[in-house]
């Protein structure tokens, strides 16, 4: 008979075996009436021959060799209705289990899309980006003549490129607005390994000033601006008032999260400027060239430039990364930790899932033994033991991998907006098949893990030994000895949590409170870009500046306004040289952050002027040249003098009068160290670019579109964008972010472990006091007193959270040192932290021993000696 | 298996009795049981849970084949009847159950002469 058939016949074989035997019975009920026994008696004789009618149909249905599905959903059944008897152990295991698979599980989706997952480039370990470093910091623009000359003097890249990842200015039905995109060089799709799937890609030597403009759509673009119409190929778009003729389209999957969110790759012109630094370099290397020899190549082709061209060169090196290094660099630590934190986790839930199993392993004992002197084959409750665990695992496994969606969802809406944009491997987060590859083994090992542990435990104990009372006798002390140790190991591992969380968060506040030297909350800042053709000349930028400071100052609610043309806690520096006057060159470059700012700026930001005066808005260029520089600065290069009344210059013919001295303001990223900065009057080197601030008395969100509409009031055609309050900008900063998402998701993982550990401790406690049951009966039944029973069964308690604190703080201590890259203005071993998370631990533990403690004292000695 | 008083069978005797018995004629369960008794002059009384496993799996392995037909009494049974296959079986089984008694009887003759 085929299994089919089988399938279906199989209700019919029940119906047919059981009218077998039931005729069977008839007939010999028959024949003892026949003989003269009456009815009833005939009948209760023949149900005894007969025995158990469920053992012979099992018997026959075995012997028919029933095929494996049937039976293994008879076993699912069979294992179903087991686990709904008892539905406390069930719910609480399949729970736990289903939080440690579907946390991991959603981690390492992550760790998937970001770290795993290969970056949309050919050979993208082949890739590398470049940088000039200066003393300030490594990682600086490159200017277009030094691309060049890089490019040509190399041996070891098979093609440079470089990009500028600045947006564009594209005018719109309400004035110009910043559209994103970025300019490249002709080669910078093809040393990526990248082909447009529309039109074409740029031709070498398209970046000649000859040549054409032309540009090269995102595919996101081509959807969102022209609706995936073929024939987007062709037309022209103004950026920046040139007109750019498109060209083709990126693919999909492509992006290129340095210059990311880009609608827009325009083709790059060349510049001859030396000096002028906007760029960043990639670079193939070549092949059988390894990173450290490509490295010290460019360095020394570096080098021959800073000798040649000692004016704009001198101390500017080259610095190179691996591509995906920059790209996911930041973001690995972040993850890698969640990753540690999510298999600690998983760790803990397994080991309190195991637990639970070993507790229904001995409560069920008897009813082995039982089973087992009934006939059961030793094989049969092996194979029960593995089929609950299966069960379930599978049930756990299943509900953590739906969890896990939802948990993805949930921890992708975390991160913030632009963030998302600059990293588009994100959005291919989903559960692909490496993932669920992941899931699944981790759900076959649980499996593994809860069959092998009850069965380990009956192995080490003879199955008759159950059927006494006795029979817990030694058995029952090892396995106590061996669930105390668990939740020791459980309660460190929790404590370890609890302390890098509590570390990451006061690491957040120190983040977040840290000095800035300006007083951020009231302010609202705006970005202005007006048309160069109108404003071209300094006088018409003054003009307008004062302009816009009169209008902004007359806004309701304005108590002062400034204009700045770099804000503080931003990267991506504008730096310059300066030299002292009267003092000899000592050879090292003195480069330091400039700022062009007007006389309202100081009182906006409210910063702290330490020696020496602020300048004024009289102060334009009619004036002798002022400065401002900033206490680093003084304390480098100005060491136990005066700065103010001394001189600096940035070209030697027009020296600067240092007039006053300010308390640094975090100019770099909040965790950015503190660095010299000098300060210029706004009109006394105007630009027709600049960012408005201004300081309200009232809500400084409420500022913004107000702000916005006054200055767009003076000139339609001005690009006004970004608007932001200065408190968002500080809470935005990706410095913040990456402590805020860090302590957020460990602080998760810390509550989750916490609640694990507890649920252990007090299932242990329970346990015990179960075991102990006769001897407390038999301790107050001897006048021992309540107080008594409790100190007996915290001390043990006691004991074991001491024990897991102890582990835990050592671990903890050890783990923060491999934490400190994400620390800030905390120490590792931080003693306050890991005093209250000790408390914290210490006071939830005994709360969850009290419980059973509370249960065992109130135990009545008669109840509990009679039960035995 | 267990039988009544004296006799503890081994396993595929059982089954070789129960061929021996149906190759008499199509008959169901029960009789198969009565029958055995009778033609082991009560000292054998085969128990349901090792009959009627013993002819499911006969069945299983095509010895027996099976037909619901109605009975003496008026009742529907499951009759069983010795397949091609079954008889083929019977008589090899049979044969040997035959080498296999004449040598151990020789043995036990051997042996019980040397003692007595």
Redesign the interface.
């Known amino acids: 008979m085929s299994w089919l058939r089988r399938l279906f016949a199989r209700k019919r074989m029940e119906v047919?075996?059981d009218?077998?035997?039931r005729?069977?019975f008839?007939?010999?009920v028959?024949d003892k009436v026949r003989s003269g026994v009456p009815e009833s008696e005939a009948r209760r004789l023949t149900r005894l021959?007969?025995?158990?009618v469920d053992?012979?149909k099992e018997?026959?249905r075995?012997?028919?060799?029933t095929m494996w599905l049937e039976v293994m959903v008879r076993d699912i059944r069979y294992g179903l209705r087991q686990l709904r008897k008892a539905p406390g152990f069930t719910l609480t295991a399949v729970l736990t289990l289903a939080l440690g698979i579907g946390a991991s599980t959603a981690i390492f989706a992550f760790v998937n899309a970001v770290l795993i997952k290969p970056l949309p480039y050919k050979d993208p370990s082949r890739l590398v980006h470049l940088y000039e470093s200066i003393p300030l910091g490594p990682r600086f623009h490159l200017s277009y003549p030094d691309y060049q000359d890089w490019k040509r003097d190399n041996k070891v890249f098979s093609s440079l490129d470089v990009y500028m990842p600045y947006g564009f200015m594209m005018a719109s039905a309400d004035g110009l607005r910043q559209t994103d995109g970025a300019r490249v060089s002709a080669g910078f799709f093809r040393t990526l390994g990248v082909k447009p799937v529309l039109g074409r890609d740029f031709y070498d030597g398209e970046d000649r000033p000859e040549a054409a403009r032309t540009a090269l759509l995102s595919y996101s673009a081509w959807q969102r601006r022209y609706g995936l119409n073929p024939n987007v190929i062709g037309q022209s778009v103004v950026l920046d008032r040139d007109s750019y003729t498109i060209i083709g389209v990126l693919p999909r999957e492509f992006s290129f999260p340095p210059a990311e969110p880009a609608d827009f790759w325009a083709i790059l012109k060349p510049s001859t400027c030396r000096g002028c630094h906007g760029l960043f370099g990639v670079a193939r290397l070549k092949d059988g060239i390894d990173f450290g020899t490509a490295f010290s190549d460019i360095k020394t082709v570096a080098q021959n430039l800073s000798k040649l061209y000692p004016d704009t060169n001198r101390e500017q090196w080259a610095y190179m990364q691996p591509l995906t290094e920059v790209i996911v660099g930041d973001i690995r630590p972040v993850l890698l930790m969640a990753l540690s934190g999510a298999g600690l986790l998983l760790l803990i839930a397994g080991v309190n899932v195991a637990n639970l199993m070993l507790v229904r392993a001995e409560s069920r004992k008897r009813e082995m033994a039982v089973r087992g002197a009934l006939g059961a084959s030793r094989r049969r409750l092996v194979a029960q033991f593995i089929r609950e665990a299966a069960l379930l695992a599978v049930i756990g496994g299943v509900l953590g991998v739906l969890g896990a969606q939802e948990l993805m969802h949930s921890l992708t809406a975390l991160i913030p907006k632009d963030m998302m944009t600059s990293m588009p491997y994100l959005h291919e987060l989903k559960l692909d098949g490496r993932v669920f590859a992941f899931a699944l083994g981790l759900t076959a090992l649980a499996a593994l893990l809860f069959a092998l542990a009850p069965i380990a435990r009956f192995r080490s104990s003879s199955i008759s030994a159950g059927l006494t009372e006795r029979g817990r006798g030694a058995s029952g002390v090892t396995w106590r000895r061996f669930g105390a140790n668990l939740v020791v190991i459980e309660l460190g591992m929790a404590m370890v949590l609890l302390a890098a969380a509590g570390l990451l968060m006061k690491s957040l506040y120190r983040l977040l409170h840290t000095d800035v030297g300006i007083v951020p909350d009231h302010v609202a800042t705006i970005h202005v870009q007006a048309q160069s053709g109108k404003y071209g000349k300094p006088e018409q930028q003054v003009a307008l500046v004062r302009n816009i400071l009169e209008k902004v100052n007359a806004l309701p609610g304005v108590k002062s306004a400034g204009v700045t043309q770099k804000m503080p806690i931003e990267d991506a520096d504008i730096t310059e040289i300066f030299t002292i006057p009267g003092y000899p060159d000592d050879g090292q470059n003195k480069e330091v952050a400039v700022r062009y700012v007007s006389g309202g700026y100081w009182t906006t930001l409210k910063t702290r002027l330490a020696g020496g005066r602020y300048f004024t808005d009289a102060e334009d260029s009619s004036q002798p040249k002022l400065a401002i520089v900033n206490s680093t600065l003084a304390k480098l290069y100005f060491p136990g003098q005066n700065p103010v009344g001394r001189q600096i210059a940035f070209d030697p013919k027009q020296p600067l009068s240092i007039v006053g001295v300010i308390d640094d303001i975090q100019e770099g990223q909040l965790d950015a160290a503190p660095r010299g900065a000098v300060y210029l009057p706004f009109y006394q080197s105007p630009r027709d670019g600049f960012i408005v601030l201004a300081r309200t008395a009232q809500n400084d969100h409420d500022l913004l579109p107000t702000l916005t509409s006054a200055l767009a009031s003076i000139d339609r055609g001005m690009a006004i964008y970004d608007p932001m309050t200065m408190d968002e900008k500080i809470h935005d900063a990706p410095a913040t972010y990456l402590h805020r998402s860090s302590a957020w998701l460990v602080g998760g993982f810390a509550v989750v472990a916490l609640l694990l550990g507890v649920v252990g401790l007090y299932g242990v406690v329970a346990y015990s006091v179960g075991q102990r049951r006769r001897e407390i009966g038999v301790r107050m039944a001897l006048g021992a007193q309540r107080s008594t029973v409790y100190r007996m069964i915290l001390s043990e308690s006691c004991r074991l959270i001491g024990l897991g604190l102890v582990v835990g703080l050592i671990t903890a201590v050890a783990a923060g040192s491999l934490m400190h890259k994400l620390l800030f203005g905390v120490r590792a071993w931080d003693a306050s932290t890991l005093a209250s998370v000790g408390l914290i631990l210490a006071a939830t533990s005994l709360f969850a021993s009290f419980l059973p403690a509370r249960r065992a004292a109130s135990i009545n000695p008669t109840d509990a000696l009679r039960a035995e | 298996m267990k039988t009544k008083d004296r006799f503890d069978l081994p396993q595929g005797t059982l089954d070789l009795l129960i061929m021996r018995v149906v190759a008499l004629g199509p008959i169901h369960g029960y009789a198969i049981a009565q029958r055995i008794q009778q033609m082991s002059r009560e000292a054998l009384q085969v128990q349901q849970g090792s009959l009627y496993p013993a002819l499911h799996r006969l069945e299983y392995k095509k010895v027996l084949s099976a037909q619901w037909q109605p009975s003496e009494t008026g009742r529907e049974a499951k009759f069983y009847e010795l397949t091609a296959n079954g008889r083929a079986q019977l008589k090899a089984e049979t044969e040997s159950w035959k080498r296999l008694t004449d040598v151990v009887g020789l043995i036990l003759k051997g042996t019980l002469e040397g003692i007595s």
């Open positions: 047919d075996l009218k077998e035997l005729f069977h008839e007939s010999q028959a021959e007969f025995g158990g053992q012979i018997e026959c075995n012997s028919r060799g």
